[in-house]
């Protein structure tokens, strides 16, 4: 039979007017959002890697459902992708599936729901993925239909399909009845976050979108900067006038709002060492000063700081305060997520006990926000999900782990993201077998588990002046603020304490003090007395508040104060 070229909507259409014809694709199609309605299909269509998209399907009334309604015996479709498309099972259906309701033929290397192809492409640790996911669905609720991704009902033979399309309503399989051949992956969203209530959306979404603004930090250095390592003693450059994105790779010291006082209104900073602290001289004797009291954050505190938006629960300093012993999850507020148990803070470990293929199953139930970590005995590491994970599974329900992968966001990889000059990695795709390999686990903390952001409570305690007493809240806090204002003159004062660094902290040995520990609740305003000692005698009054890591200041007490 003649092989007819098609390369238009108008030609398309011809197809069910001669549906045991011979056809090629030759051009992508867009049928710009009209409605499909199935027909079987007993030819040849040869996709020929192109594309078919942004189509609905509506039911035609024979009971089958599907871009055909049946593929014949003698049917054949094969290298063919159909993206951005819609099903509704109708209640009456028989089957329903996005290349056919039924299949009886051949259905090769066909993708639905994405882009084809779509490869991981190893590139170190990191897989780069082509092609990208649309919002491509089948909907299926209340209906007694047999619905798949690929087809409802396989009599024949469905090979090298990919569908990453969300199958709602129904089982998540390739086809629902099978007595044929069906190979293939299709993708699983039974669990996502979409499903929880909105109070956990939201909590989840702002835990990313703050991570990401600690990325996407954008700074210039005055001077070269260099930071010495406290294990290794090699150094981290800077140059001077070059622009970076995100918090420098320091230890845990530094919120996005204490880097934010140190830029000048075009991005340039001169030092990222507080005035107060003790390596101040030394990085203005010198290029170099020890990283610990340089502002930014590392791996485990960009987390930190991005669950502490809205989950006030977690203690943790570093990754061996992360990995979910028992004695972690009382202490740190860190969870395991899935039934694995941590009885060592390292993850090889970890995972050879509790089987890789137990904490595949793990790695499907991470949602946006949560968090994967690895430990070993001289290196740890942390990121953030920041989507919902690719679980890509087969026809049998087994997990492809080369198919599978988590988005996540991190620090301290040394990459930067789309070539700028940072040590921050977004949007960084990790294929399960990658995780694996690598020894990441799953892990959550108690108030994503509770799903509603704790209520902020700040108690003020022996406040009788402006420099006395204490504040203490369930949030980290950020800074704390006086603020004076002469009640005859006018004039005003003001005066604002960072907690970002512990004054004390800095030692030869980081190790011994649980290093960069920032879990500060409780402050004492005697901090400012120094910054206001010489104010004009009078009488004034006086307003205390503070900046928690929810990003929201609170003013704790007013009064009035004689100098």
């Given amino acids: ?96 599936g996005a290349v056919a309701g039924v299949n009886r033929g051949k259905i090769e290397n066909c993708t639905v729901g994405a882009d084809a192809p ?58 629902a009845q099978n007595t044929g051949t069906a190979e293939g992956l299709y993708r699983d969203v039974s669990r996502r976050t979409e499903l929880l209530p909105r109070s956990a959306i939201d909590m989840r979404k702002e ?10 930090f954008r700074w210039i250095p005055a001077k070269d900067m260099a930071f010495t390592s406290a294990y290794t003693g090699s150094y981290k450059i800077y140059e001077k006038n070059q622009v970076h994105y995100g918090l420098p790779y320091t230890q845990k010291n530094g919120s996005v709002e204490r880097a934010r006082v140190c830029l000048t209104e075009d991005d340039y900073v001169a030092d990222w060492v507080p005035e107060y602290s003790d390596a101040s001289p030394l990085s203005r004797g010198s290029e170099a000063a020890p990283w610990d009291v340089y502002m930014g954050n590392d791996c485990s505190g960009a987390v930190y700081w991005s669950w502490q938006r809205v989950c006030p629960s977690i203690e943790f300093g570093y990754t061996g305060d992360i990995v979910p012993t028992e004695e972690n999850q009382k202490l740190y507020g860190v969870l395991p997520l899935g039934d694995y148990r941590a009885d060592t803070l390292l993850t090889d470990e970890v995972i050879r006990v509790n089987t890789p293929e137990r904490i595949t199953e793990c790695y499907t139930r991470l ?11 001289g290196y740890g590491h942390i990121r953030l999900v920041a989507r ?18 988590v988005p996540t966001h991190e620090h301290g990889v040394g990459k930067g993201s789309s070539g700028r000059l940072s040590t921050w990695q977004l949007d960084a795709r990790y294929t399960f077998r990658d995780l694996l390999d690598t020894h990441y686990i799953p892990i959550t903390n108690r108030d994503l588990v509770t799903g509603a952001a704790a209520p902020v409570q700040i108690q003020a305690e022996g406040i009788d002046a402006p420099f006395r007493g204490q504040v203490r809240t369930n949030y ?33 040995s980081p190790k011994q003090d649980g290093y960069a520990r920032s879990t500060i609740r409780c402050v004492e305003l005697s901090d400012h007395l120094e910054n206001l000692r010489d104010i004009p005698a009078g009488e004034y009054t006086y307003t205390v508040s503070v900046q928690l890591s929810t990003g929201n200041r609170y003013i704790v007490r007013q009064g009035s104060y004689i100098s």
């Fill in 1 to 96: 039979m003649e092989l007819v070229n098609i390369d238009t909507v108008e030609m398309l259409l011809q197809i069910p007017l001669a549906p045991e014809g011979n056809y090629r694709l030759m051009a992508d199609i867009d049928l710009d959002g009209a409605v499909w309605k199935p027909f079987d299909f007993n030819g040849t269509l040869d996709g020929n890697g192109k594309s078919i998209y942004n189509f609905r399907i509506i039911a035609d009334g024979s009971g089958n459902q599907g871009f055909f309604g049946c593929v014949g015996e003698k049917g054949t479709v094969k290298d063919l992708t159909l993206k951005n498309l819609s099903l509704v099972v109708d209640a009456n259906a028989v089957a329903a």
């Fill in 476 to 508: 980290r806090i950020i800074s704390t603020t006086v603020e004076l204002e002469h009640m005859q003159t006018g004039e005003r004062f003001k005066s604002v304490e960072f907690t970002a660094l512990d004054k004390d902290r800095f030692k030869e």
């Fill in 118 to 175: 779509y490869v991981a492409t190893p590139r170190g640790n990191r897989n780069a993925l082509t092609g990208y996911c649309d919002d491509s669905t089948i909907y299926a609720d209340r209906t007694s239909a047999a619905v798949g991704a690929v087809a409802g009902i396989n009599a024949g033979v469905i090979i090298g399909a990919v569908s990453y399309l969300r199958l709602l309503g129904k089982p998540q399989e390739l086809c």
């Fill in 367 to 377: 949602l946006l926000g949560d968090a994967i970590v690895m430990r070993d005995p």
């Fill in 388 to 405: 919902d994970p690719m679980v890509m599974r087969r026809q049998d329900g087994t997990i492809d782990i080369d198919a599978s992968y």
């Fill in 207 to 216: 835990i990313v979108a703050h991570m990401e603004t600690q990325g996407n």
